[in-house]
């Protein structure tokens, strides 16, 4: 391990210095590209040092005690040594975690879709409730959230939402939300007080760039169409949304929230880029089939993953059996707690391949 954190550190050191050279300073892209590997090497540098300190610290008073005849000297040794040990002990597995391999996608931005499911009205209520629940935990980690696509139902509901979400590990923080939500309670519609049950589907992708996937325009179908909904003017007087195909798969992808085309169709196809990245990805972990056991449903969006129990307060997560007594708060964003479980737990299932 320790091999590999020098490296870690030494790589760290050539970025600082490629930082300060002026063709980098002057290529801006590249300078941000550097800058944010750096940030995050830096992370892993930093409590290096300081393990590294005590190590020494740790190796220097066990020498020292080999050759140590005087008692008292002796004994102010082993006191440094028990106390040095622990605290190296308790550095290095933090060191271990950071130096996990992680999945090369959780810094990107990323893509949320949230479909109504079983249920009717009460379904697409429940759909717009977690839409709104997402980008509420989004803005409060101050990350750029915008509507790609919303397609919504009477009485507030959502029938189906493209959320884009811009910010670092996004897609690190909310993947774990791909799957099927599943509520129980009285809907407002409801007379008799019966509690029904209702669910809602949300997939997670992360946002590629040109090199992860590439496109071809033979590929693609363009339909326009005039968009729905708010948005000003604009929305019965231009055919400005875009419907978007991709022929060899059959995925389509609606963009209307930007007042122009071209403004549409390149998120649009921003969408579906993320889309087929994502079904490769799942074909891939499809053929290995240990690498899906280790995975807690990330991305399989037919996998029930959480309950949201009105009755007793309750929100289950069925992959780990976490429980959290906070309805309101987690509908109003408060969702943190679940999250660094489960992201607590996938970091456990890394180690344990280590």
Known sequence: MWDKLEQVEQRYLELEKEMAEPEVIADH????????????LEE????????????????????ELKGENDEELRELLKQDINELEPQLAEMEENLKRLITPKDPNDRKDCIIEVRAGAGGDEAALFAGELMEMYMTFAKGRRWDVSIVDLQETGLKGVKEATVEVKGRDAYGWLKFESGVHRVQRVPATE??????????????LPEVEDVDVEVNDSDLKID?????????????????????THLPTGVVVTCQDQRSQLQNKEKALKVLKSKLYQMEEERKARENAENRKSQIGTGDRSEKIRTYNFPDGRITDHRIGKKVHNLEGFFRGEITEMLEALRTHEEGERLAQL
Do not use: F, W
Not at 29 to 40: F, G, N, P, Q, T
Not at 197 to 203: E, H, L, P
């Open 44 to 63: 892993i540098v930093l409590p290096y040092r300081e393990a590294l300190i005590v190590k020494n610290n740790l190796e220097q008073s066990r020498e």
């Open 191 to 204: 007379s008799g007080g019966r509690i029904h049950t209702s669910t809602a589907t949300v997939a997670v």
């Open 224 to 244: 326009t169409y005039r968009a729905s909904g708010a948005g000003g003017q604009h929305v019965n007087k231009t055919s400005s949304a875009i419907r978007m």
């Open 29 to 40: 892209e590249r300078l941000a590209k550097i800058s944010r590997d750096h940030s995050e």
